[in-house]
Structures are given as structure tokens and as C-alpha cells.
């Protein structure tokens, strides 16, 4: 079945420092890539997406760029903050099923923490 | 636009009580999906509905269930709680078509003594 690998962490830099999270995945079919983002004590919030191979999907300063032929999908930041301390998820959804239903797929998530 | 809310935020349980949560989607979406996160598992899908039907399913045990009502908000009821369903649980809405997005709730978080 489908399935979304990350490194999982924790990650830890300091402020203004580049970040690369790693996310690879496998599925059948076109499936969208998201990032999702998870601060303490709170919900999923959508940090970006993409729909097809070589889309770019980009907010608030982080980018990934859907790769098709290494079926990856990787996060990046050229500058952090201790605000973008959080939890972060990659994420598949597993095509479009009949009748149109979707689930998302994740990954295991990667803590990430800024420090000053 | 009020995001996706949900009820209560917190409970305690006991083993072999029931519980029921609830969750209300972003006006004007019909699709509402359950996940259950555990430090363990992960995130993991529980269901999906859409117009009051259920049309996908995960891999949990028949306690869990779930329905949606003619205004799009949605319970998922847990019945003889585990240990092991202690959990974040999450809801997330969508308008149901084809390349949108979902949108997840702050969720529930259950303690089962």
C-alpha cells in the first residue's frame, strides 16, 4: 500500500540556520503531497502541498518540490525561527477513489526545535 | 470562515466505558475524516464521510464507528474503551471535491484509566 518515509529526529538548529526535512514516499498512481504542521497542543495545520510531478508548493518561507523520479518530496527552509518550532508531517493522499473519497497517508513526523 | 471546532477538547474514561466526540466541519464542507494519532502509530486514518454516508474506511475494530448528519457535522463513538485508545483525535473537513484540501480541527484528547 501507499506509505510516506521521514526522518524523524528530533532535529535541532539554531536560528536563522537552513533546514532540509526529508520525505520520500510510495504509491500507486498520482498522488498530491502535502506538508502539514503540528505546534504543541494543537491540530494539523496545512504548511503547503502539491498536486503533480514538478510543482513547487512554497509558504511562509518553506518550499518542497515534488519529484516524481525519486518520489520524494522534501521540506526546506533557508532561514529558521524559534516561531517554526513545531512537528512536522509529510503526507500523501492516496489517489482518487471512487465516488471521490481521499485519505492522507503520513509520516511518522519530525520535531523540529529553534533554539535563539 | 470558522475553522473546524471539536468536543470536548479533553476526557477521562475508564476501560469499558463508551465515548462519544464530536466534530464540526468549515461551513459549506461536506467531507469529514477521523484520524487517531498515538505516539506509536502515528497518524492513522478512521474514516471518511460525505452526505451523511460513509464511504472509506481504515483498518480499526468494529468499536469504532461513526455517522454525519444532514448538516455536515459529524461523532465518532468509541465503544468499550482499551487502554490503548488513549489518543489524540482528530477531525479534518473538506468540500468534498476533486484536489481540495483538508482542514483538521485542534482535536480530542482521550485518557482511558
Known amino acids: 500500500g501507499n506509505s510516506v518515509t521521514q526522518m524523524e529526529g528530533p532535529v535541532t538548529l539554531s536560528e536563522e540556520a537552513f533546514l532540509t526535512i526529508n520525505c520520500t514516499y510510495t504509491a500507486t498512481g498520482y498522488p498530491s503531497l502535502f506538508w502539514y504542521v503540528q505546534y504543541p497542543g494543537e491540530g494539523l495545520q496545512l504548511l503547503l502541498k502539491?498536486?503533480?510531478?514538478?510543482d513547487k508548493g512554497s509558504n511562509k518561507g518553506f518550499e518542497a518540490t515534488y519529484r516524481k523520479e525519486t518520489t520524494s518530496f522534501h521540506l526546506e527552509k533557508g532561514s529558521v525561527q524559534v516561531s517554526d518550532s513545531a512537528v512536522y508531517f509529510c503526507a500523501l493522499s492516496d489517489g482518487r477513489r471512487q465516488g471521490g473519497s481521499e485519505k492522507l497517508v503520513f509520516g511518522k513526523g519530525t520535531k523540529l526545535t529553534v533554539n535563539p | 470562515k470558522a475553522g473546524v471546532t471539536q468536543t470536548p477538547r479533553y476526557l477521562i474514561k475508564t476501560r469499558g466505558q463508551q465515548v462519544t466526540l464530536s466534530c464540526s466541519p468549515i461551513s459549506g464542507h461536506r467531507s469529514v475524516s477521523w484520524y487517531q494519532q498515538t505516539p506509536g502509530q502515528g497518524l492513522q486514518f478512521l474514516f471518511e464521510y460525505f452526505s451523511e454516508t460513509q464511504r472509506n474506511k481504515g483498518n480499526f475494530p468494529g468499536r469504532f464507528s461513526g455517522r454525519q448528519f444532514s448538516n455536515s457535522r459529524s461523532e465518532m463513538n468509541v465503544s468499550t474503551l482499551e487502554l490503548g485508545d488513549s489518543a489524540l483525535y482528530l477531525c479534518?473537513?473538506?468540500?468534498?471535491?476533486?484536489?481540495?484540501?483538508?482542514?483538521f480541527g485542534p482535536g480530542t484528547r482521550l485518557t482511558v484509566l
Open positions: 479534518a473537513s473538506r468540500t468534498g471535491t476533486s484536489t481540495d484540501t483538508q482542514y
Open positions: 502539491a498536486t503533480k510531478a514538478d
